[in-house]
């Protein structure tokens, strides 16, 4: 039996493909999966499609402004009133801006990804912390860039973003470690570090294309349902690169 199996899990961002295949994979396994999106036709689409698939599997939807810590943990407490119990957060909220050099780099480029990447990382770890804890096997999944750990000139405002998340994230997991005692963590908060992801999509429009080291959304996904089949202590404040270490 799946580690995954009765297990409750939301996805912040759902709506993209990586979400997609997040959903398919999570109700293939058995979970109960609470989806959020700020667009509320694209996570309607994807949500039907994770039930779609899986018939009998419930997967809900949502639209949870998560730039709100109280939506956030308004989302949170209803998720886990509604169902029991919430084993999962996973945060794939994404974005990207860049710039052709390091002098071109546009600040507004930062407000922008500081919300998108580091508020709602900030917002959804704060809500849904407790609740984790109380699980017994939670997982708080963050989906990060190498970049984060090798910035490029053009890359200093995503890759500092993505860098703060992450150790966000990492300070999550020492609260989980340090409430874990002696007996070790009851909860973990991982990331999944990528290059880059790639979708059927993409593919389609640049066939001759090798996306050389890039994730398959579908395989990312594989490794976010994975996580909860390896022990806490294991997985909780590290890096589970998915593409070679820059």
């Keep these: 039996m799946s580690a995954l199996d009765g297990a409750v899990v939301a996805v912040a961002g759902a709506a993209g493909p990586a979400g997609r295949a997040t959903l398919l994979r999570l109700a293939e396994a058995g979970a109960t999966v609470v989806a959020s999106d700020a667009d509320a036709a694209r996570l309607a689409e994807a949500v039907d499609a994770a039930r779609y698939a899986h018939g009998g599997a419930t997967v809900t939807g949502d639209t949870v402004d998560l730039l709100d810590l109280e939506a956030a943990r308004a989302w949170a407490d209803r998720t886990e009133k509604e169902f029991g119990r919430v084993d999962g957060l996973v945060h794939l909220v994404g974005g990207w801006r860049g710039s052709a050099s390091f002098a ?17 990382v900030q917002h959804t770890s704060l809500a849904f912390q407790d609740g984790l804890q109380r699980s017994g096997n939670g997982r708080y999944l963050l989906i990060s860039a190498a970049g984060a750990s090798k910035p490029t000139a053009g890359n200093a405002a995503y890759a500092s973003a993505k860098a703060a998340a992450e150790a966000w994230t990492l300070a999550l997991g020492d609260a989980f470690r340090k409430a874990g005692g002696d007996e070790g963590p009851r909860a ?5 570090v990528v290059k880059a992801l790639v979708h059927d999509a993409m593919r389609a429009e640049r066939p001759s294309a090798k996306f050389a080291g890039f994730t398959d959304v579908k395989e990312l996904a594989e490794a976010i349902a994975g996580v909860w089949e390896r022990p806490a202590k294991e997985v909780n404040g590290n890096r589970l690169w998915l593409t070679e270490k820059p």
């Design 104 to 120: 071109e780099t546009d600040l507004g480029d930062w407000d922008v990804l500081e919300d998108l990447l580091i508020r709602t």
């Design 188 to 192: 973990a908060a991982a990331i999944l």
